[in-house]
């Protein structure tokens, strides 16, 4: 599997993780998805160019949810 192809499942499986719990902190995702640290975060950055999620600051934690609509 390519690189590309990875980050992308990885994707996949970020938005059905954030289906599920809604909205996480990265670290609680990262865990849900239980991928590498590296290809979570790219995955996060492909969600968030497609315009599929959301974040929120709650103290010292990012928020993560999906996008409504």
Do not use: C, D
């Not at 980050?7 to 865990?31: D, F, P, R």
């Not at 239980?34 to 996060?44: E, I, S, T, Y």
Request: hydrophobic fraction near 35%; proline fraction near 1%.
């Amino acid at each position: 599997m390519g690189y590309e192809e990875n980050i992308g499942k990885t994707a996949g499986k970020v938005w059905s993780y954030l289906k599920e719990h809604g909205a996480s902190s990265v670290s609680g995702i990262e865990k849900g998805v239980a991928g590498p640290r590296g290809v979570v975060f790219m995955a996060l950055g492909w969600l968030a160019r497609e315009g599929k999620l959301s974040f929120t600051q709650e103290n010292r934690t990012t928020k993560v949810s999906l996008r409504e609509g």
